[in-house]
């Protein structure tokens, strides 16, 4: 029998590069994961391992030191670090966008700066758009950046900061109105600021304070934060483009593509859950036989493999088109809900698959169960893509009548 989630039409060059990936992750992440996040390590040695695989580096061009490979390449291989531990993969998502953010809106004096640096993972990324009050609603962000002659002066308060800590370049979203007439809508007066500073926590640059890590559910070893800007000078060559007005566009680009990549994370994350249940299925034994012996246990099973499948291809889809030049905010969205769904189920199908061990820390899924819930969140909620999936269907077919 196939494998789940094979993807036909590789190169040579993606192949390597996911098996690679794969043995890594059997080797190095799989067997000291639940460990680390029992303790809320950060996995200090797997990050130094990733910078060695390239991973920083996989979709920056090659004249900056990266390997320029493709969405689709570097989405699978987030599906393969996520199957080991999604925390993991959070550590190189928010570096991606950034680098990604840059390479698609950066001056050529902000790339040849960052990206080469960023491709070692020397410089690590994060992103920051939501504040306490708000998340969905990017609109109402009330972080504000004011020119002072060469400078623009931060101020405001940011939320839920994943790579918060251990980032040395933030991309901050803050409203700037200047140079934006009265009555400029909310999302043309926003400018995307390249923070740099320290790794760490207190004040890591006068004016910018990272307080310390929240205490989570589950997405454990990957240090999320909160940021706090009160009189933070910022250099006016450190406006993402060169332009303000233009940070709400740039963000959300950047999300898209960190849309496609949730998704990655939830389809490791579903097949994961799916090698557990199976596996287990196959030595519990109740009534004189496998519980995978049983037609409900087979039924989930089969449930749960085909979630891994649909939830694969889409997610692979999404990727395939973004890679073609073509907009994928549909294809994104929809990868997104779906695969983060049917990872929250398929997890759940796994949990109930093992019995009361399911609920021990010693049993894997325990792990995956406190992690699934963070897909449903993270770069837009299930509502908010509906949202973007409905307002593009409805584009697609405009009633002529
Ligand atoms: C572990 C973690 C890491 C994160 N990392 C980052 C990061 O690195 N950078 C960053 O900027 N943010 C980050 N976030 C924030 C994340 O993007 C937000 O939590 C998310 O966008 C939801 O925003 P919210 O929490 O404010 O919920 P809200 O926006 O307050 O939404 C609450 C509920 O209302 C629903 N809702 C909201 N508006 C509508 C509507 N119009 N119609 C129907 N339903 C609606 C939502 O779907 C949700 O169910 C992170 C969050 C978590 C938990």
Not at 365 to 393: S, V
Request: proline share 3%.
């Amino acid at each position: 029998m196939a494998r789940l989630a094979q993807t036909a039409g590789l190169s040579d060059v993606q192949q390597e590069i996911l098996s690679t990936v794969r043995a890594f992750v059997d080797k190095e992440i799989i067997p000291v994961a639940t460990q680390l996040e029992h303790r809320d390590e950060y996995p200090a040695e797997i990050v130094e391992g990733l910078k060695e695989l390239g991973l920083f580096g996989l979709m920056i061009p090659e004249e900056y030191g990266g390997l320029g490979e493709s969405l689709l390449t570097y989405a699978l291989c987030v599906e393969e670090i996520a199957r080991g531990w999604m925390s993991v993969s959070g550590i190189i998502n928010t570096h991606f966008i950034v680098a990604y953010m840059l390479k698609q809106h950066g001056t050529q004096e902000q790339k040849d700066t960052f990206l080469p640096r960023m491709a070692l993972g020397e410089v690590r990324g994060a992103f920051s758009m939501s504040e306490p009050a708000l998340g969905s609603d990017v609109a109402a962000i009330t972080s504000k950046g004011v020119r002072d002659g060469d400078e623009y002066v931060l101020n405001g308060q940011k939320m839920w900061l994943t790579n918060g800590g251990t980032s040395t370049l933030v991309a901050v979203l803050c409203r700037s109105d200047e140079g934006h007439p009265e009555g400029t809508p909310a999302h043309k007066s926003m400018t995307t600021f390249l923070v740099e500073k320290e790794p760490g926590f207190g004040e890591v640059r006068p004016g910018l304070t990272i307080p310390g890590k929240i205490d989570k559910m589950g997405y454990k070893g990957v240090d999320t934060t909160e940021l706090i800007m009160d009189g933070l000078h910022i250099p006016a060559n450190r406006v993402l483009g060169g332009a303000t007005g233009r940070g709400f566009y740039q963000m959300m680009d950047g999300v898209e593509v960190g849309r496609v990549n949730v998704a990655a994370r939830g389809c490791g994350v579903a097949q994961r859950a799916f090698e557990l249940g199976v596996s287990y299925a196959q030595q519990r034994h109740t009534f004189g036989k496998p519980i995978a012996q049983h037609q409900a246990i087979q039924f989930k099973l089969a449930e749960m493999a085909t979630k891994v499948e649909a939830a694969h291809a889409m997610m692979v889809n999404a990727a395939r088109k973004k890679d073609s030049g073509e907009r994928n905010d549909l294809e994104a969205g929809m990868a997104k809900y779906l695969a983060s769904e049917y990872c929250k189920e398929v997890v759940e199908d796994a949990f109930r698959i093992h019995g009361g061990y399911g609920f021990s820390k010693e049993y894997e899924i325990e792990r995956l169960y406190r992690e699934a819930p963070m897909l449903l969140i993270g770069e837009g909620t299930a509502e908010i893509q509906k949202m973007i999936i409905g307002r593009r269907l409805l584009e697609e077919y405009r009633f002529q009548g």
